[in-house]
């Protein structure tokens, strides 16, 4: 969800993480849990482009875009 938002395509998303785009397939399809040090690169590029992670609340965690300044 956090990709699409941003518009990026997977193998975008790869590269900012400096991960395999199969890596990135494979944990979005759900065929794969990523390691953790490939989880924070994938959540540090995230988060550098400007996506929020919201925690659980009751009505279940998500993403959304920082408020440009």
Known sequence: M???ALGWSAAKLAGAAKVG???VNRFESGAA???P??????ERALEAAG????PEN???AGVR???AS
Not at 51 to 54: D, H
């Open 65 to 67: 875009l920082r408020k």
């Open 37 to 42: 040090a490939t989880l924070a690169a994938i």
């Open 58 to 60: 009751g009505g279940g």
């Open 33 to 35: 849990t990523p390691i």
């Open 21 to 23: 785009v199969a890596t």
């Open 51 to 54: 996506v929020e992670f919201i």
């Open 2 to 4: 956090a990709r699409v």
